[in-house]
């Protein structure tokens, strides 16, 4: 079992700038396979960035330049720096884990374990 829990959300301005920390459970982090999700008020949870267990790096079209994600397995943590926020932007994001992670996953089914979420709102 995996034990993810977020950290970092809050409220900002737009233009301005969070960054959201991940901790993670378990002695095998280095092979999970990671993703940020979010889900706005009465949408479908979507896909965020994702990074696989060699570092490489996926994103939504919609973050894309503004978002980075990145693992630090010495933590067992994996952060997502969000940058030029835009009140779209605002949602609960959640960090996920999929054991033996060498794809990059962009789906919700990619992913055994979630955590609770933490909240982002950006104002305009």
């Known amino acids: 079992q995996v034990q993810l829990v977020e950290s970092g959300g809050g409220s900002v301005q737009a233009g301005g700038s969070l960054r959201l920390s991940c901790a993670a459970s378990?002695?095998?982090?280095?092979?999970?396979?990671m993703g940020w999700f979010r889900q706005a008020p009465g949408r479908e949870r979507e896909f965020v960035a994702a990074i696989n267990l060699s570092g490489n790096t996926d994103y939504a079209d919609s973050v894309k330049g503004r978002f980075t994600i990145s693992r630090d397995n010495a933590k067992n943590a994996v952060t997502l720096q969000m940058n030029t926020l835009k009140p779209e932007d605002t949602a609960v994001y959640s960090c996920?884990?999929?054991?033996?992670?060498?794809?990059?996953?962009?789906?919700?089914?990619?992913?055994?374990?979630w955590g609770q979420g933490t909240q982002v709102a950006v104002s305009s």
């Open positions: 378990g002695r095998a982090f280095s092979t999970y396979g």
């Open positions: 996920a884990a999929q054991p033996l992670g060498l794809r990059l996953g962009v789906r919700i089914s990619d992913y055994s374990y």
